[in-house]
């Protein structure tokens, strides 16, 4: 069994930055990667980030690209999201998964941390 745990949410005006973490726990073993996944209200589950965790390989929406990154700590099994240049829609619960099977998949999530970015 593998625990995920977001911290790092709050509420920001436009343009600013928020770093949210994820860190795993319950096995000893690394993930083949891990991801950040976001929820707004009346939307569906979108993915926003991932990251492949022996190569660093990093994938990001679109949406995303340029204002994001997505890091880890390999030794703390910890996941990070930066995001700068915040926008209104990027308000969103943001929830971590890990993925312990190839091809990916996202068997084990968080319990989100709410992002809210005012205007």
């Known amino acids: 069994q593998v625990q995920l745990v977001e911290s790092g949410g709050g509420l920001v005006q436009a343009g600013g930055s928020l770093r949210v973490s994820c860190a795993a726990s319950?096995?000893?073993?690394?993930?083949?990667?891990m991801g950040w996944f976001r929820q707004a209200p009346g939307k569906e589950r979108e993915i926003v980030a991932t990251?492949?965790?022996?190569?660093?390989?990093?994938f990001y929406a679109d949406s995303v690209k340029g204002r994001f990154t997505i890091s880890r700590d390999n030794a703390k099994n910890t996941v990070y999201l930066q995001m700068n240049s915040l926008k209104p829609e990027d308000t969103a619960v943001y929830y971590c998964?890990?993925?312990?099977?190839?091809?990916?998949?996202?068997?084990?999530w968080g319990q989100g941390t709410q992002v809210t970015v005012s205007s």
């Open positions: 319950g096995r000893t073993s690394s993930p083949n990667a």
């Open positions: 990251i492949r965790w022996n190569s660093g390989n990093t």
């Open positions: 998964a890990a993925s312990y099977k190839e091809p990916l998949t996202w068997d084990y």
